[in-house]
């Protein structure tokens, strides 16, 4: 787990913190996912003339941009300082759009345009920047990252989108979405308000078939502590 972003040589990182600039790497990060969901596939072809490209070419040119801005904010989250001082509100929305997006089915098509890339997409990184958040939960005010999360519908969207993709990641995403639920689980707010995130039976069913299909093989084929909360929490739910 990252330490203090001054003990660590990250000077791209050391620089967004120190300048100021982490909340404009989420704007950034905000306007890019706004214009994928708005129908501008003509001024994305006048961009693309204006930058000498196709238009396969600018659309592979600004998803590499936004891998890299996504990278960047990751690595800013891993460090205690930035997660303190980062405008929570509007992280924990931007992630709640973006999960919407991929599952509203009515977007398919801009999917056609923005294709979704498992490894390096914001669906991922979204999980990883929420799983980071948790991983300090206790040097912030769990209250407050808690209801963030309950405004945003966060805890609804990320179990409806770990169902969505469970078969089709790799391990180390597994790995994080477990670790993300299980610290989730680990928060007194969640566990004794479960109702609020989770509504409906319908969504419990959600949740009890990711157990079996994404939770239970990580959990059961390790002895970390960190899956307790998970394990009992799951169990509660039987």
């Not at 070419?57 to 989250?77: D, K």
């Not at 498992?118 to 991983?135: A, D, M, S």
């Not at 209250?143 to 519908?153: A, K, P, S, Y």
């Not at 089709?168 to 689980?185: G, H, M, P, Q």
């Amino acid at each position: 787990m990252g330490g203090s972003l001054w003990d660590r040589d990250e000077l791209a990182v050391r620089y967004v913190l120190e300048e100021g600039k982490l909340n404009v790497v989420i704007c950034l990060l905000i306007e890019f996912k706004s214009f994928t969901l708005s129908d501008n596939l003509e001024v994305m072809q006048k961009t693309a003339v204006q930058a000498h490209m196709t238009v396969d070419q600018w659309i592979r040119r600004v998803q590499l941009m936004e891998r890299h801005v996504g990278l960047i904010l990751q690595c800013s989250l891993n460090s205690i300082e930035t997660v303190q001082t980062v405008d929570m509100p509007q992280l924990v929305h931007y992630c709640a759009a973006v999960f919407s997006h991929f599952l509203n089915p009515s977007h398919n098509a801009k999917r056609v345009i923005f294709p979704v890339s498992f490894v390096h997409g914001q669906e991922i990184r979204c999980i990883n920047y929420l799983l980071l958040v948790l991983r300090r939960i206790e040097q912030l005010n769990e209250d407050r990252i808690l209801q963030i999360f309950l405004d945003n519908t966060i805890v609804l969207y990320s179990i409806y989108l770990m169902a969505a993709i469970a078969d089709s990641v790799e391990e180390d995403v597994k790995l994080s979405c477990v670790e993300y639920f299980a610290r989730l689980c680990d928060c007194e707010e969640f566990s004794e308000h479960t109702s609020l995130y989770l509504p409906n039976a319908s969504d419990i069913e959600v949740l009890k078939g990711l157990d079996e299909k994404l939770f239970a093989p990580v959990y059961t084929a390790s002895v970390s502590s960190l899956y307790f909360p998970l394990k009992d929490f799951l169990r509660k739910l039987q």
